[in-house]
């Protein structure tokens, strides 16, 4: 048993941000361009680190269409700054476009209501190197494994593209330790597959075009020397080692932790579904 007393938080100043979304029909070819700035971006973020990006391909099938979104966001309110200008400069096929000033509270918003609550979901993530020519197969790949399940009932089919600078990584071990075994040594790519879908009965169908995704895509990773041990916890399916792959050290230390805490496994038994601590 105990009270917490008090509580020490890193603050940081309000205001509005500079974002939003663009949409784009990919049948216009923008794709390939649109991941070599996603690349040179991840290289350049130092340079500009209040800036924010994730690059998402997607099947519609509300266009019955592959479209292109870039969720674009700045620490400032100067419209259109230097950094995001590989992307804005991109407007062939735009559908929609919301960039403005806004509040942090309505850009997440925005950015929440493309997974409506209520939906059959699944999520998978793995970590690459920088590499351009990768983000691109991974996008090739993600074609071919779609065809199974385009006609899925109400189907949204998303790989998402975000950056892990070494502007990002280099605050992992600021307070001390790096838990997460992750070095800024150089920068990485943080793959997210996201799939919702309407039925029950279509789970076996997405989960298999999932993991068949998944499997090739890592695979194609590896073979390029590109394949990064991180798996991020949040978007990853049941399935995937997330402590491991932290790190042998690492994970020992969540193991010690755990068994000097919670010695009866409170958290473990009274917390439903997510990653257990195992011994």
């Known amino acids: 048993f105990g009270i917490i007393t008090n509580f020490e938080l890193n603050a940081y100043p309000g205001g509005n941000l500079w974002g939003g979304n663009r949409l784009f029909l990919a049948a216009y070819g923008q794709l390939p361009g649109m991941l070599d700035a996603v690349a040179k971006y991840n290289e350049d973020h ?8 994730i690059v998402s391909y997607i099947w519609a099938a509300a266009f ?3 479209v292109i979104q870039t969720n674009l966001i700045h620490g400032k309110t100067a419209p259109y700054p230097a950094i995001l200008k590989s992307f804005t400069e991109i ?22 209501a493309a997974t409506a609550a209520g939906r059959r979901q699944t999520m998978w993530t ?8 990768l983000l691109k197969e991974l996008a090739t790949i993600f074609e071919s494994e779609m065809e199974s399940v385009k006609s899925v009932p109400g189907n949204a089919l998303t790989l998402n593209y975000q950056v892990m600078s070494t502007s990002i990584t280099s605050n992992f071990k600021k307070n001390g330790g790096n838990p997460l075994g992750v070095s800024d040594a150089e920068p990485l790519i943080l793959m997210n597959l996201s799939f919702s879908w309407d039925n029950a009965s279509d789970d076996a169908k997405i989960m298999s075009a999932a993991r068949n995704y998944y499997n090739r895509a890592t695979a194609a990773a590896k073979a390029r020397n590109a394949l990064h041990p991180y798996i991020y916890l949040n978007y990853a399916d049941i399935s995937l080692d997330v402590f491991g792959s932290y790190g042998a050290a690492n994970k020992a230390e969540l193991v010690a932790t755990h068994q000097k805490w919670d010695k009866n496994g ?6 439903p579904g997510g990653f257990k601590i195992e011994k």
Do not use: C, H, Y
Request: charged share 25%; glycine share 4%; no cysteine.
């Open 126 to 133: 793995f970590t690459t190197k920088n590499d351009a020519a």
């Open 91 to 112: 407007t062939d096929g735009v559908i929609q476009d919301t960039l403005r000033e806004d509040t942090l509270l309505n850009f997440a918003l925005e950015l929440g």
């Open 266 to 271: 409170v958290f473990t038994k009274l917390m």
């Open 46 to 53: 130092s340079k500009d680190p209040d800036a924010a990006i």
């Open 64 to 66: 019955n269409s592959w």
